[in-house]
């Protein structure tokens, strides 16, 4: 058991205050535990955190996230915490896409299932009516596939008959959205993944837009564990963790001070769990294959205009250097001071992770005016550049056999993240069931440990 001076027994420890560790402390708040979740930053959420502007006291996200109606973990995850209205979901899936080109929409219909899209696939004005055709059967082609071994999505989309300008204006666009790598750097069965859970689903891709900064996701899941008995202390770095004979005996803090815990769920990347366990013990094989992983830049700008530039608040980007474009005032309801707050996010961005800051914001903002002419006619009042150089691994062909499930050699000790096995790309999704997951044997050691007490008695 951890003895905690703040809330008396906490009986599980969590390591690191992203999505994965904080859904791993609410579902074990929320099973009447008394987890104490460490952070090592000063605030909670990881890669996904958010900061408050000192110019506008706005507060910033980081990146700029988005859900599909598939991923109930999530949605389940913010109704737990009390935050049933945090995502706003489209009726129905509705993509505007831009193109200096002009303008078309990926709008799903009343068709059945896989069929839904059908009918926007066939108006996609940004190919010639044959190579729409070829589109919908490598889609119904993808729907049936069940390849045994993975290769590169590209392979597959040329061997099903795809030109080159449907993966840049179609399959690379979602490839990139989703993944967060073109067709030919991830596997089929990653891609794969994407399509069947979300776009061949008639409600599946609907899309789901934060209505406000995730600063209050995070400030929900606190008082969630708080105000059940557990423990969250941020600014708190673990140094190591304590084992002993092969189990888990606690962790301790940079600080020094100790906790004990013969339960502890680690939720941080590979390179901070090396640091915490050392690359020559029993996690020795896990971190091997971790390091195999290769990760993916996003780049966001940010850009507040004097007055409204965009009809929609969202659409996505093709033929342009731009991708993903935001209007957050519209999904937030407001701005403050009054200003447009636009975002353009840039997947895949190994061309922009290292341009001066200068150049990305001219470069984009340029970008934009040529997509929307209501841009060229606003004054951007303040630009800023954020940059995640890792912000998600990349889902190459076989990379599940690099991804490590829940359980591992220590005993006591579990691995959430969204690098963990779960099935699910690096997504908020993947973070938050691998959490749960974690959390749940967690709560399995906790009374097969009781029982035994108990038999001792």
Known sequence: MLVSMETGVNDAIVIGGGFAGIAAACRLAGDG????????????????????????????????????????????????IGLPDAIRFQPTLSVPIVSPEGRTLLRSSAFPGIFHLAPALLRFRLLPFSERVRVLRAGLALALTRARTDRSFAEWLAAHGQSPAAVERLWDPISIATLNAPSDAVGLHAARKVFRDAFFRPDGADLGFFTFSLSEVFTAARRYIENRGGTVRTSDGVRLLIVEEGRIAGVELESGEQFDSEAVVCAVPPPALEKLAGSDGPLEPILEAASRLRWGPIVNLHAWFDRP?????????????????????????????????????????????????????????????ELFPAVRAAKPCRTLVLRSRQATFIPEPSVDRLRPRAPTPIDGLYLAGDWISTGWPSTIEGAIRSGIVAAAYVEERLRVDRLVDDGDE
Request: with cysteine; aromatic share 6%.
């Open 33 to 80: 535990h008394r987890p104490l979740l460490i952070e090592r930053a000063p605030r909670l959420g990881g890669r996904a955190s958010s900061f408050v502007s000192r110019e506008t006291g706005e507060s910033i996200d980081f990146g700029q996230h988005v859900l599909m109606r598939c991923c109930t973990t999530s949605t389940g995850f913010l109704l737990r």
């Open 309 to 369: 530039v965009l009809d929609e608040a969202f659409s996505v980007a093709v033929g342009s250097p731009a991708q993903a474009v935001f209007d957050v005032t519209q999904l937030h309801g407001g701005s403050p001071g009054g200003l447009t707050h636009v975002v353009l996010s840039q997947s895949a961005a190994d061309e922009w992770i290292d341009r001066p800051v200068e150049d990305v914001s001219t470069s984009l903002l340029n970008a934009l005016g």
